[in-house]
């Protein structure tokens, strides 16, 4: 499975972004998927993830009220809204995709089988 995210940019303090992320090489079945951010020193954190049925989501508390992730399975793709931006979301935001774990698993490890390349989301006045 490949993993393409895109829509990352600049913007202002309080601005908004919306990241896409499209999945290819294999029917969109995976059971989680989600969105990481990492910045330089520092390790790959969570951000946002849903189920496939997507009623079901978890957010990081930092995100939590301003970003909303969702999903599209007919055109294998998952998204991130994220909005009222801060400086401290700069990063380089990941996304990823899990075909194997269960959701309460999924809230232990946090982890993902497949990753695509990152998108730059800058956010500086």
């Known amino acids: 499975v490949q993993l393409q995210a895109f829509g990352g940019g600049r913007v202002q303090p309080g601005g908004s972004l919306r990241l896409s992320c499209a999945a290819s090489g294999r029917t969109f079945n995976d059971n989680i998927m989600g969105w990481f951010r990492q910045t330089p020193g520092k390790e790959r954190e969570f951000v946002a993830a849903?189920?496939?049925?997507?009623?079901?989501?978890r957010y990081a508390d930092s995100v939590k009220g301003r970003f909303t992730i969702s999903r599209d399975n007919a055109n294998n793709s998952v998204y991130l809204e994220m909005h009222s931006l801060k400086e401290e979301d700069t990063a380089l935001y990941y996304c990823?995709?899990?075909?194997?774990?269960?959701?309460?698993?999924?809230?232990?490890?946090?982890?993902?089988?497949?990753w695509g390349k990152g998108t730059l989301v800058t956010v500086s006045s």
């Open positions: 849903m189920h496939r049925s997507g009623g079901i989501t």
């Open positions: 990823g995709a899990n075909s194997h774990s269960s959701w309460y698993n999924f809230l232990i490890y946090y982890s993902m089988d497949y």
